[in-house]
């Protein structure tokens, strides 16, 4: 193959990558899954969607953001309380506020009865909140571990409200109940196969985002930034605010995914946005591999389906499973499994070249 066409390969494989994805997930899967196993996959489809946010500030922006459930939540919490306005009917209330507190609605619910209003919360609120928390930090040179540390403890922080505001968020047990989808109704199985296709649609779109930004001139400065910070620096450039896109964009692709997660689960609770929720996401992309295109997706799914099908067959070790597989990958292939086949392609020229 000339060089000429080899960068063209180079250049377009993710395209093919995506154009593969596509077809297994809205063709095949659709056509081989049962309505619950494809429920099941539109639920990692969301984690996979926050995945490949966590792939650009992690695996091209040397950011390990182990606080991605923040903004999973926000974009959860503010699907949900519109699919509950949605549920309760004009004027009314939802459910739990009936039943924990006095029936009164917080003024900040109101909005939300919108559904262009709720669309434009679930991008513009992770956008404000990640801005000014990552002006904070970046500004002021944190990273490395204390950075990882301050956005875990976020996390921490947005789960303990939650289950502190029972009255205006349902508390520990979240929002659930949904009924409705603008103006659809949940409990017909071709609409949730809509939500599930609109969720898959969202995950490429995303994906179609990240590659172009990995292209772009933002991109090489993403990945100098993470190598030689003091480097771009010297040559007229802010690493702060290079860093700062990356983790705004990042912020805004989990907040996606915790929208459609929403609709889809049934339910948002702080369990599904907290610290542990969180290392879920970023073990997710290490195991997918954090610096190669479709290794945050697909690592993302994995591991939603190792969560079922472990669970499912071992109720009470699962989870030990699971961390022994993630263990012995990371031992094995730092890079994560997505980096299996250039071993292999490395093994084989050493063996042909002795």
Same mark, same amino acid.
């Given at each position: 193959?000339? #060089?000429?066409?080899?960068?063209?390969?180079?250049?377009?494989?993710?395209?093919?990558?995506?154009?593969?994805?596509?077809?297994?997930?809205?063709?095949?899967?659709?056509?081989?899954?049962?309505?619950?196993? *494809?429920?099941?996959?539109?639920?990692?489809?969301?984690?996979?969607?926050?995945?490949?946010?966590?792939?650009?500030?992690?695996?091209?922006?040397?950011?390990?953001?182990?606080?991605?459930?923040?903004?999973?939540?926000?974009?959860?919490?503010?699907?949900?309380?519109?699919?509950?306005?949605?549920?309760?009917?004009?004027?009314?209330?939802?459910?739990?506020?009936?039943?924990?507190?006095?029936?009164?609605?917080?003024?900040?619910?109101? #909005?939300?009865?919108?559904? #262009?209003?709720?669309?434009?919360?679930?991008?513009?609120?992770?956008?404000?909140?990640?801005?000014?928390?990552?002006?904070?930090?970046?500004?002021?040179?944190?990273?490395?571990?204390?950075?990882?540390? +301050?956005?875990?403890a976020m996390a921490v922080v947005f789960a303990t409200l939650l289950v502190a505001t029972i009255k205006e968020?349902?508390?520990?047990?979240? +929002?659930?109940?949904?009924?409705?989808?603008?103006?659809?109704?949940?409990?017909?199985?071709?609409?949730?196969?809509?939500?599930?296709?609109?969720?898959?649609?969202?995950?490429?779109?995303?994906?179609?985002?990240?590659?172009?930004?990995?292209?772009?001139?933002?991109?090489? *400065?993403?990945?100098?930034?993470?190598?030689?910070?003091?480097?771009?620096?010297?040559?007229?450039?802010?690493?702060?605010?290079?860093? *700062?896109?990356?983790?705004?964009?990042?912020?805004?692709?989990?907040?996606?995914?915790?929208?459609?997660?929403?609709?889809?689960?049934?339910?948002?609770?702080?369990?599904?946005?907290?610290?542990?929720?969180?290392?879920?996401?970023?073990?997710?992309?290490?195991?997918?591999?954090?610096? *190669?295109?479709?290794?945050?997706?697909?690592?993302?799914?994995?591991?939603?389906?190792?969560?079922?099908?472990?669970?499912?067959?071992? #109720?009470?070790?699962?989870?030990?499973?699971?961390?022994?597989?993630?263990?012995?990958?990371? +031992?094995?292939?730092?890079?994560?499994?997505?980096?299996?086949?250039?071993?292999?392609?490395?093994?084989?020229?050493?063996?042909?070249?002795?």
């Open positions: 193959m000339s #060089p000429r066409n080899l960068s063209l390969l180079r250049t377009f494989a993710p395209l093919l990558g995506i154009a593969v994805l596509a077809v297994v997930m809205l063709v095949v899967a659709p056509a081989v899954l049962s309505p619950f196993r *494809l429920n099941s996959l539109g639920k990692y489809t969301c984690w996979a969607i926050a995945a490949v946010g966590i792939g650009l500030a992690w695996g091209r922006g040397g950011m390990l953001v182990l606080g991605q459930g923040v903004f999973f939540g926000l974009g959860g919490y503010a699907m949900a309380m519109h699919l509950k306005l949605e549920a309760a009917g004009p004027g009314n209330v939802p459910d739990f506020m009936v039943l924990y507190g006095d029936g009164t609605m917080p003024g900040f619910w109101e #909005p939300f009865r919108s559904g #262009p209003f709720t669309i434009f919360a679930i991008l513009a609120l992770p956008a404000a909140v990640a801005t000014v928390i990552g002006w904070a930090i970046f500004k002021r040179r944190v990273k490395g571990a204390y950075f990882a540390i +301050l956005t875990q968020t349902g508390g520990f047990n979240g +929002l659930n109940q949904f009924t409705q989808f603008f103006g659809y109704n949940l409990y017909d199985p071709v609409n949730k196969q809509m939500v599930y296709s609109i969720t898959v649609g969202l995950l490429l779109v995303c994906l179609l985002i990240v590659w172009q930004l990995y292209r772009s001139r933002f991109g090489e *400065l993403l990945v100098a930034t993470r190598d030689a910070e003091e480097r771009v620096r010297f040559l007229g450039h802010d690493p702060a605010n290079i860093k *700062l896109v990356a983790f705004v964009v990042a912020a805004m692709m989990a907040s996606v995914g915790g929208a459609m997660f929403a609709p889809i689960a049934g339910i948002i609770s702080p369990s599904d946005v907290d610290a542990t929720a969180s290392i879920f996401l970023i073990a997710g992309v290490a195991l997918g591999g954090r610096a *190669l295109f479709l290794g945050p997706a697909l690592g993302a799914l994995t591991v939603g389906y190792g969560r079922t099908a472990l669970s499912e067959a071992f #109720p009470n070790q699962w989870t030990y499973f699971l961390g022994a597989l993630f263990v012995v990958v990371i +031992l094995l292939l730092p890079r994560g499994v997505g980096d299996l086949p250039r071993l292999v392609r490395t093994t084989l020229d050493r063996r042909t070249s002795a």
